[in-house]
């Protein structure tokens, strides 16, 4: 857990946090120097859960390759395969169906949902909130069944394919989302009630991991982290891909750049992707939910690349082909390992206390940044 590993010539305190820690959210190693309870460094060591995955990718399919990036960030997989499905649309060239469109985009406004519910809870829950981790989880359950019912799966669901989606909707799925987004709405005050104007929760938050917008852009933050520094940044709407450029939403931006800020960000981010799912649900055109492929697919020689907004940022998927079967090189952009960069600059001169807020408020998903 907290373990002393040495001291400085400055008489400094060394510690390490992880690789199993409850607070690091995954298996990720910080090497902390400590002044009394003020850290003066953060170095984050990566490497335990290294799986080779972008090498991996040159083996596989450009069907196959896809479903790999589901088990980087979890939490937004819907999201991930369909960044993969574009970087392979745009090699082969396909004009994908409009039912297939509108799918993908209100599966990937679930998929946010559901993750910013997950770190709503975790969040709250690290700063010793432990009730709001209930609430998150009960509106989380509901989403996971509506994706279990129409994908089979529940976490990692595979659905997106190149040309659109797997499968058509489930009969039930227009039903049970409307039912799902009536509920949720209501919950927006209570959420408010229990953590957002809570006090204490205030005083964890406001003026605590401050990132300024210069150092934001400078680090190559994405998603909440960057827009809550009041650098606008969401792909949705500078670069908008499928339906996005259809729908009406608001970029959510802060300018503060701390704890409180990311916090405002994500809680402002749940009711525009509820704004999205409302503009969709009730006008799911009808047709195709699958542009025709071949079995075999093959992308000309050439260099693509596709970024799609994640929930916690920008993901890019940048393919090489020789013009076979299988990716020559690929490499994917993943928006935590820069946002985890910027961990030391904003924690220096905190307490240590102020270090799990800081990290509940990155979102950080260690698979995503560790692959």
């Not at 946090?17 to 002044?35: E, R, Y």
């Not at 509901?142 to 989606?165: F, H, K, Q, S």
């Amino acid at each position: 857990m907290l373990e002393e590993v040495g001291t400085t010539d400055q008489g400094d305190l060394i510690i390490n946090v992880g690789p199993q820690h409850p607070s690091t959210h995954g298996v990720l190693h910080l090497v902390i120097t400590l002044n009394g309870e003020t850290i003066r460094k953060i170095e984050p060591h990566l490497g335990y859960i290294h799986r080779s995955i972008e090498k991996m990718c040159e083996s596989l399919s450009f069907r196959q390759f896809i479903y790999s990036t589901s088990r980087m960030d979890y939490l937004s997989s819907h999201i991930n395969n369909h960044g993969c499905a574009l970087a392979v649309e745009q090699g082969l060239g396909i004009e994908i169906p409009e039912r297939a469109q509108v799918i993908r985009v209100i599966m990937d406004e679930l998929t946010r949902l559901a993750s910013h519910q997950l770190w709503w809870g975790a969040m709250a829950m690290d700063v010793g909130a432990i009730t709001p981790f209930f609430h998150a989880f009960r509106e989380r359950e509901m989403i996971n069944d509506i994706m279990e019912e129409t994908c089979g799966a529940r976490l990692t669901m595979n659905y997106m394919v190149p040309g659109g989606v797997m499968f058509d909707l489930h009969p039930n799925f227009q039903r049970k989302v409307r039912e799902f987004l009536r509920f949720f709405e209501s919950k927006f005050d209570e959420y408010d009630e229990l953590v957002t104007h809570n006090v204490i929760f205030q005083s964890r938050m406001k003026g605590v991991g401050v990132l300024s917008k210069a150092d934001a852009i400078s680090f190559g933050c994405t998603g909440p982290v960057a827009r809550a520094s009041g650098v606008s940044s969401d792909i949705r709407k500078l670069y908008p891909y499928d339906c996005y450029s259809k729908v009406q939403f608001d970029e959510v931006l802060e300018k503060d750049g701390d704890c409180f800020a990311r916090y405002l960000v994500r809680m402002g981010e749940m009711k525009q992707s509820v704004r999205i799912l409302e503009q969709l649900i009730d006008n799911i055109p009808d047709g195709d939910f699958q542009a025709k492929t071949k079995a075999v697919l093959k992308l000309p020689k050439g260099e693509y690349y596709s970024t799609v907004e994640t929930a916690r940022g920008e993901f890019g998927v940048y393919i090489i082909s020789e013009g076979g079967m299988t990716p020559y090189r690929i490499k994917f952009r993943s928006p935590g390992f820069s946002n985890l960069s910027a961990l030391d600059h904003m924690a220096r001169g905190s307490k240590i206390g102020d270090m799990v807020a800081i990290m509940g408020t990155l979102d950080l998903v260690i698979p995503d940044i560790d692959r």
